[in-house]
């Protein structure tokens, strides 16, 4: 090799060298100049032991304790209507009165008719003890005067069916019946219902036939008046499980003063079972769900991250002040509104994030800023106004 090639390879050698002390310290450059990462920016919240009264919910409908609606047994002319839509009634009160003219006269007839068979009869009696009829027409004048007698009541009860009253007491709804319609058997004159006090009719399933009994206590609402709770109680437990979906009927009474409660009405149920339990509770959105466990991420202060990195032999955040989060797994329990009991892998007074958990990971610097917070009522109601 000569000594020409000798300084052109080593020219190249430099050249390489040159070329890649330059790029590494470019790279050192960038490495050194890029953005340090900034604090994600999460609520958080305190974790806080509550005392829950076990419950089961359920879906249920309103019904009144006595509902009807009122109808005519025979066809009639109405004469007079004696009640206003919406009125309170009590039992026996006149509603509605049909033309009955003709079928009083009917009765005086039927009623003369009867007058006649009781005198023939007298007088046949006489005629008998005098001995001048046989025992046979006596008989047969009893049985005519039973008979018209009996003509004469039929005919009564016909005109007291046109006389239409109210089968029991109870608020009036709304009639679209007026004086001097035709009305046929069958035909809605109005609804009456009693609906105070008032059911709550709802289903459980059979698992749960064990936690009931008459006289537990059941709450409940409905979307007629957010925020609203009627108490009342169990009265009646269905002897029948339906084959069909495994549920027994439950039904419930509720005092009902003011009426809030109207039959047809949705009702959600909360049935008290057993008693009162402590939980440490926190927001359902402040867990994460996993296919291998639920999480949530603990607020540590700087300096109570460095000590578990110490403790578990790991690199201490890169941060020195501040908070940052650490990932930890929590075995949950039963939900209540928008909370959810905490049954371990947390203690009370830690402080977890409630919400923004998508951005974080173990030691990532947070700031916390609970200006706008989750939801974490007991008793959520709905937001729409």
Request: a positive charge; proline letters at 6%; zero cysteines.
């Amino acid at each position: 090799m000569t000594k020409r090639m000798l300084i052109m390879i080593g020219g190249i050698v430099v050249l390489l060298l040159v070329l890649i002390g330059g790029f590494i310290m470019h790279i050192r450059t960038l490495i050194a100049s890029a953005p340090k990462p900034f604090p994600q920016t999460v609520t958080a919240i305190k974790v806080t032991s509550q005392e829950w009264q076990p419950t089961l919910a359920a879906v249920g409908s309103v019904t009144p304790v006595r509902g009807v609606d009122v109808t005519t047994e025979i066809a009639g002319l109405v004469r007079e209507i004696h009640f206003k839509s919406g009125q309170d009634v009590k039992k026996g009160d006149i509603l509605v009165e049909l033309n009955a003219d003709s079928d009083k006269a009917q009765l005086a007839a039927l009623e003369a008719a009867a007058e006649l068979s009781g005198t023939v009869l007298k007088r046949d009696k006489a005629q008998f003890d005098a001995q001048a009829i046989a025992q046979a027409q006596v008989d047969a004048d009893a049985a005519d005067l039973k008979s018209k007698r009996a003509l004469a009541d039929q005919q009564k009860a016909i005109i007291d069916k046109k006389t239409i009253r109210a089968p029991f007491s109870g608020k009036l709804g709304i009639t679209t019946v007026n004086p001097g319609q035709y009305v046929n058997p069958g035909d809605k004159i109005v609804t009456l219902q009693t609906i105070d006090p008032i059911y709550v009719d709802f289903n459980l399933p059979q698992k749960e036939v064990g936690n009931l009994a008459v006289g537990q206590v059941v709450n409940v609402t409905t979307d007629g008046f957010p925020g609203v709770q009627f108490p009342g109680k169990i009265t009646a437990i269905s002897p029948k499980v339906d084959t069909t979906t495994r549920n027994v009927v439950v039904e419930a009474t509720f005092p009902n003063p003011k009426r809030q409660m109207l039959p047809g009405m949705f009702a959600n149920a909360a049935v008290d079972v057993g008693d009162k339990k402590h939980y440490l509770t926190l927001p359902q959105t402040a867990i994460t769900y996993n296919p291998y466990g639920s999480t949530v991420f603990v607020v540590q202060t700087a300096a109570e991250a460095a000590a578990a990195a110490k403790a578990a032999s790991a690199p201490a955040p890169a941060a020195s002040s501040g908070y940052f989060v650490q990932q930890a797994f929590v075995t949950t329990g039963e939900t209540r509104g928008d909370q959810v009991a905490i049954l371990s892998g947390l203690k009370e007074g830690q402080t977890v994030v409630s919400s923004g958990q998508v951005k974080l990971k173990n030691g990532t610097w947070i700031t916390i800023d609970n200006k706008i917070v989750p939801a974490n009522s007991p008793n959520p109601t709905p937001q729409e106004h």
